[in-house]
């Protein structure tokens, strides 16, 4: 029985993405998972499941929605980034999701923002990736790999439109918000909210 569970396919498009983008952080992790919810993973990732892909959609002033006229004229718009914040989380994330048979990484992280906000995005180049092996706290001694991609992203259209089932709220900030999960942490911390790299 293989007890490296996907490993040679997720070798295979982290090879593809750094080959693609060059020298993209890498991140290596392990998770326990109750053993109780360790079968239906094993079983996900056995059936090709290799993890998903996030994107820190940066939205510029001038493709900002025009102001209403209500509003004062002198109003000044920053360079704003989307988060999210899921159910159950008390820490804003980045949109996105996990990947579908047939779909790159990239594809499922623009197909994820927009079924979760109703943004409409494209994908720069990632700004991290995360390696994730992930074991149980059982008896099973089976080790599964996922990847996880975190893109940079531009605003290509649409409007905040929340998928209800999965997130509790998104906003665009002109400034990241205190409360963030790591990977968003990562890359606030290269962040000029005044001028793009």
């Known amino acids: 029985m293989n007890r ?3 490993r040679a396919e997720v070798d295979r498009r982290q090879d593809r993405l750094l080959a693609e983008y060059g020298d993209v952080p890498v991140r290596e992790e ?3 998972v109750p053993a109780e919810v360790f079968p239906e ?4 990732t056995a059936e090709g499941y290799t993890g998903g892909g996030y994107v820190w959609v ?3 002033p001038p493709e900002t929605v025009p102001l209403s006229e209500s509003l004062p004229a002198d109003i000044e718009e920053d360079r704003r980034v ?3 914040l899921s159910r159950g989380s008390t820490r804003w994330g980045l949109p996105g999701g996990g990947r579908e048979c047939g779909e790159s990484y990239e594809e499922a992280a623009v197909r994820e923002v927009h079924e979760e906000t109703g943004v409409d995005c494209r994908v720069t180049e990632p700004f991290l ?3 994730r092996v992930s074991v149980s706290r059982g008896d099973d001694d089976e080790r599964l790999h996922t990847l996880w991609v975190f893109f940079d992203g531009r605003y290509e259209g649409g409007h ?3 998928q209800p089932g999965d997130l509790n709220g998104a906003a665009w900030f002109a400034r990241p918000p205190t409360r963030m999960h790591s990977a968003g942490e990562f890359r606030a911390a290269k962040w000029d909210c005044y001028h793009l790299r």
Not at 41 to 44: F, G, S
């Open 4 to 6: 490296e569970v996907n």
């Open 30 to 32: 392990r998770e326990k």
């Open 41 to 44: 993973l094993r079983d996900l």
């Open 58 to 60: 940066v939205r510029e």
């Open 82 to 84: 989307l988060m999210v």
């Open 129 to 131: 990736i995360r390696r």
């Open 160 to 162: 905040l439109a929340v």
